[in-house]
T-cell receptor, first 109, second 114 residues
């Protein structure tokens, strides 16, 4: 059965800390992995990763995919209170998208 | 308990026909969301419900799209006069509330408009 597992489920840090969020997947006909940030209503798209070993960066956020070990990580450096959210990863194949349960990140001042 | 369910899992229709997609959220979840996933694209937010009300309909791509939720539970997304560009996977999710609660997604309905 296809599955996407995220860890940790929740994380509390202080401003300035660096965090690493994990996403492992087992999905048939895997095509790409996506990361989203969920604050209020709709998730905000962060990254789409298709190739292994190529880091994608956007400001303080970066992500990388390992297609051999079937996982991805999302790094956030110098965290800010505005980074507090639920971070979702999803594995996409030709048919559908399988989401993980998310990691709830809380950044305290 | 049971997760979010959606029906049908696949729908093939002809251009110009109306379609109805159904979402059964997790029991007790007050927030319900509809998204669209087109091939190779990120998730596109359509609409959300808090209880039975849908305070924000701005994500609906056109006036051919409408959604309702009755009894705070089941929701239907209706697309009238379907067009080929409506072909996508339509995902539904539910959560205990808004403001960052984890969303649990259903398996989606794959809509193909010929």
């Amino acid at each position: 059965e296809d599955k996407v597992v995220q860890s940790p489920l929740s994380l509390v840090v202080h401003e300035g800390d660096t965090v690493t969020l994990n996403c492992s997947y087992e999905v048939t006909n895997f095509r790409s992995l996506l990361w989203y940030k969920q604050e209020k209503k709709a998730p905000t798209f962060l990254f789409m990763l298709t190739s292994s070993g190529i880091e994608k960066k956007s400001g303080r956020l970066s992500s990388i995919l390992d297609k051999k070990e079937l996982f991805s990580i999302l790094n956030i450096t110098a965290t800010q209170t505005g980074d507090s959210a639920v971070y979702l990863c999803a594995a996409y194949n030709n048919n559908d998208m399988r989401f993980g349960a998310g990691t709830r990140l809380t950044v305290k001042p | 308990g049971a997760g979010v369910s959606q029906s049908p899992s696949n729908k093939v229709t002809e251009k110009g026909k109306d379609v109805e997609l159904r979402c059964d959220p997790i029991s007790g979840h007050t927030a319900l969301y509809w998204y669209r996933q087109s091939l190779g694209q990120g998730l596109e937010f359509l609409i959300y419900f808090q209880g039975n009300s849908a305070p924000d309909k701005s994500g609906l791509p056109s006036d051919r799209f409408s959604a309702e939720r009755t009894g705070g539970s089941v929701s239907t997304l209706t697309i009238q006069r379907t067009q080929q560009e409506d072909s996508a996977v339509y995902l539904c999710a539910s959560s205990l509330g808004l403001a960052g609660y984890t969303q649990y997604f259903g398996p989606g309905t794959r809509l193909t408009v010929l």
